[in-house]
């Protein structure tokens, strides 16, 4: 064995890009326990059928208001308790899982997938075009998000893939500044120069040379915009504007259980939680992303 092989074997071996990414993600316990309850409730949303006692519109007319399981008057067959028509509240928030989950899925790639479009646009053509689409995100981040939810719903119709519609829009603005601040600081780097001299097209530069240098802060983003959805698709529910009755969102959950707020806690309680715990979750995700993508934050 010659020295250079020798040079070769003793050098360290550069790991895997997931597993460096993993090493540099793990390094954040917030951002590990918000990846254990996103999947506990991914878990939930996929086989909701399976794990729920029971089906989440099936009214039990001998068990109205029952307290949870360990609540005097509590029955063991209803472990978080009955709503005001006889529902078990368990089964309600397991299929609740599915439709916040897939209203935020829905709706960040929705707004995503749009906003990369406009911001590449902007970024890497200037001029008028940018101008025109900056100004119609300047119009929409100057309207309170939920107020110009409202506002779409209120034309479109309430229902649910409405209500998916109207949070894409106002998702929107977020991801179009991001993908253009992005594009901007990318586009007269020495790769895509040496790119365009070699005759790639626009089409090219734009989605095959730009665009994947610029997914670390939109992966980011797109992770934290899944905790504005759920709330703001949980808004919507609870204006009625939402997924409409008898779905079992966690939204419409707490419109509908706002009168027996003193009288039977854990109608209210229950799907408050688990709103807060998606958002908590996906927001503490979004920051161990944000740490391990981040060349300028790895230590």
Not at 149 to 171: C, D, K, R, S
Not at 178 to 203: C, F, M, N, P, Q
Not at 244 to 256: D, F, Y
Not at 275 to 289: E, H, K, P, T
Request: one cysteine or more.
């Amino acid at each position: 064995m010659n020295d250079t092989q020798e040079a070769i074997l003793a050098a360290p071996q550069t790991p895997h890009p997931f597993v460096e990414f993993w090493r540099d993600f793990a390094r954040n316990p917030g951002a590990l326990a918000g990846f254990a309850v996103i999947v506990l409730f991914i878990i939930c949303a996929v086989f909701a059928g399976t794990l729920a006692p029971h089906s989440p519109i099936e009214q039990y007319r001998n068990a109205v208001l029952t307290p949870p399981t360990w609540q005097s008057g509590g029955r063991a067959e209803f472990l978080l308790g009955t709503d005001a028509v006889g529902r078990d509240v368990l089964s309600r928030l397991i299929f609740g899982a599915r439709l916040s989950l897939g209203i935020g899925l829905v709706s960040v790639t929705l707004s995503l997938g749009l906003g990369i479009f406009l911001g590449l646009c902007a970024g890497f053509l200037r001029g008028w075009l940018d101008t025109a689409i900056m100004r119609l995100m300047d119009i929409l981040l100057a309207l309170p998000s939920l107020l110009l939810a409202v506002a779409i719903v209120a034309v479109l119709g309430p229902g649910l893939t409405n209500a998916m519609y109207a949070i894409a829009i106002v998702l929107l603005p977020h991801y179009v500044r991001l993908t253009r601040a992005a594009v901007i600081g990318e586009r007269d780097k020495e790769y895509v120069l040496a790119s365009k001299i070699a005759g790639a097209g626009t089409l090219r530069l734009m989605f095959g040379t730009i665009l994947p240098n610029c997914l670390a802060p939109l992966i980011v983003q797109a992770t934290l915009g899944f905790s504005t959805a759920i709330l703001d698709a949980a808004a919507l529910g609870f204006l009625g504007l939402g997924a409409q009755p008898p779905a079992a969102e966690w939204g419409a959950m707490l419109a509908s259980a706002m009168e027996f707020i003193q009288s039977a806690w854990w109608i209210v309680t229950f799907p408050g939680i688990a709103i807060f715990l998606a958002v908590l979750a996906f927001n503490l995700m979004g920051d161990g992303l944000r740490d391990a993508l981040d060349p300028k934050l790895k230590q």
